[in-house]
């Protein structure tokens, strides 16, 4: 691990921890916030398997915001989300293109945190709220899935702007 990706995590970490804890919108039962979009976007732009690391950000968010029963199931889930997006980008990049491939991991993005917080809320209350809280993570993954493609062109220009230029 180079120390420039470690750095880059720790900050990855913060911007992830602001995004859900100051950038939310209160609704119903719970909160939307932009956290999943954060983390494919950070996917996308520090290319690298690190980007499991900045999953702490989400976990600090729920431990510091009176959540602390969800800072390890947040923490794992956003990790996958985040290590399954750089991998799915690396991989189809050149197949399909950067959009489509950034596309494909949003998608794949959004069910894994839909099932990874269905699985949570069955192992902690059981069965019994499936749907509900399907449903809120379904409009959750809307926003973002909307928020993500809009960050598209800016996480594009953060990447080229991030790449070292050798050309002197």
């Known amino acids: 691990m180079k ?5 880059y995590a720790g900050i990855g970490a913060a911007i992830v921890f602001v995004s859900g804890y100051y950038l939310k919108f209160n609704v119903l039962n719970g909160y939307y916030n932009l956290e999943d979009s954060v983390i494919l976007i950070l996917a996308f732009v520090m290319e690298s398997p690190i980007v499991f690391a900045c999953s702490i950000g989400a976990g600090l968010c729920d431990l510091l915001s009176g959540s602390a029963i969800y800072t390890i199931p947040s923490m794992l889930i956003y990790g996958i989300c985040g290590i399954s997006a750089f991998y ?4 189809l990049r050149t197949k399909i293109g950067e959009f489509k491939a950034y596309f494909s991991a949003l998608i794949v993005c959004e069910i894994i945190v839909i099932m990874g917080y269905v699985l949570t809320f069955s192992i902690l209350y059981g069965l019994s709220d499936f749907r509900g809280v399907s449903l809120f993570y379904l409009v959750q993954a809307g926003i973002n899935i909307v928020t993500a493609l809009i960050a598209y062109p800016f996480a594009v220009r953060i990447k080229k702007a991030l790449k070292p230029n050798h050309n002197y």
Do not use: R
């Not at 120390?3 to 750095?7: G, M, R």
């Not at 799915?88 to 991989?91: A, G, H, T, V, Y």
């Open 88 to 91: 799915i980008i690396k991989s």
């Open 3 to 7: 120390t420039k990706e470690l750095a």
